[in-house]
């Protein structure tokens, strides 16, 4: 039997990530062979507690949903061991000495998995697609600061940028800047606006999809480089905890990432309980432009409601240990993070200070997911219960599936019909670059992921200024006082560095879990 801990110390994240670089994002050495040695064979089931908003690589915000795209769509990069870049589709890259823009090789001999040649003007393509407005609901992320793409020869491309922007090497790994065949983009059900059916270069490739059901993939034979050990992969979405708790306990599940905390420590004693740091900040967060509860936009009173909550509190019994304090708004993992500090727990202090501001009964509408973080739905429960005890009058509604909820507080200001709700949020390339992002005004939704509807401008500029620097020392500064920014203004009420424990059989080997939220299931193998 084999033996998985409970928390991975570093130096086992290390060989994880190391894992990751060899298996997923490096060059293998021969291509045609076999993850497990031999012709793939068997069905893998695993089950993570939400369900798909979208399979658009271009328009795609969640990390459960990136790690499954990541096995059929792949990126320019992939990440190593310490957070660098790597080849994987881009085998080399060079900046421009002003900074302005960055020349990548790419790799021959690379199809597509319905036999689209991978090439420049395939690159092209899809960057061209993910900074079109015509794109339907396309998220540019960090890659707004690309210019324009210049295809240079057949496997050759320059991004040219408008500022220089040193993390783009790294960013490329997001799957965000996945890579799809453009033949596939034109044949039904897809079109160039919005694609539904993802055509990548990965080890996988998909077969079937039933909303909020399941998604199948299997084998892509034609893939460039190491086979897979299973021939497929099956993703059901279950959000009730307990039964996909029971569907592993029965064996219909070999793998489940949305776990009742009840089960934890039976696991662990089975060494059936996989569980890594994740760079993702659990938050509460609130409309900062509330327009039905005005008192939401004084920083004072989201200051007030951030000393209500009892953190460790719910770490130690909700979480049954499976998360960490955080010293600022970020997890201290992401490269360009500080320490800021984070609210205690003095629920008189928050009551004196919402009195001193005039907001003594509040009256709040709460939200949360079921099943897309550990035990988020119990969470919003503890956290409406202390909002409670200080005298607020709160409702917190009954969870939808993870693609409604993200319709629900992703929009603009004048549709929000929530005073707070629940979300995780990190940097998905380990660079603070990514995570400061959420909060900056070009998020505002629809066209962006700032739920909070915060503005700064001076948080804007700082985080601008950071971005183009070209060393460390230097936006990393320009980050720490953005993040200092974040934490008086208070737009969220930073919970825990989010902590992801998965169930795995011990008949199944080589599942990991990546720093950046990442549940790695590609080259899993049998027995």
Known sequence: MKKIKRALPALAVATALAAAACSASSSPTSSGSTGGGSKPTGTLTVVIGNGIDTLDPAAQATSSVMAIEDMMVQELTGPTSTGAAQAQLATSWSQASDGLSWTFNLRKGVKFSDGTPFDAAAVKFNFDRLLSPKTYKADPNVFVVIKSVDVLGKYQVRLNLKSPFPALPIALSLPIAGIISPTSATKAPNTVAQIKVPVGTGPYEYSSYVLNDHLTMVVNPGYWGPKP??????????????????????????????????????????????????????????????????????????????????????????????????????????????????????????????????????????????????????????????????????????????????????????KATSDLHLLGWGSLYGDASQALLQFQSIQMPPAGYDGTLFTNKQYDALVNAGNSALTDSVRFADYCKAEKILTAQAPAIWLYQEENPVAVATSVHGVYGLPVGFLVTTYAKQG
């Open 229 to 414: 050990s299973y021939a497929t992969q099956n993703y059901r979405f279950v959000a009730d905890a307990a039964t996909g708790y029971a569907l592993f306990q029965s064996g219909q599940a070999q793998v489940v990432a949305s776990l009742p905390q009840t089960s934890l420590t039976q696991l662990a004693a089975d060494k059936q309980l996989l569980e890594t740091d994740s760079s993702y900040a659990i938050q509460m967060q609130f409309d900062t432009q509330d327009r039905s509860i005005p008192a939401l936009q004084n920083p004072k009173v989201r200051q007030a409601l951030s000393w209500a909550v009892n953190r460790p509190l719910i770490i130690a019994k909700i979480l049954d240990g499976a998360g960490k304090p955080l010293q600022g708004p970020f997890p201290l993992t992401d490269p360009g993070a500080c320490v800021t500090g984070n609210y205690g727990y003095d629920p008189a202090k928050a009551k004196a200070m919402l009195q001193a501001a005039g907001a003594s009964h509040l009256s709040l509408k709460m939200v949360s997911p079921e099943g897309r973080y550990p035990q988020d739905y119990q969470v919003a429960q503890a956290i409406a219960g202390e909002f409670r005890a200080i005298g607020l009058n709160v409702t917190l509604a009954n969870p939808t599936s993870f693609a409604t909820y993200l319709t629900q507080v992703m929009t603009a200001p004048s």
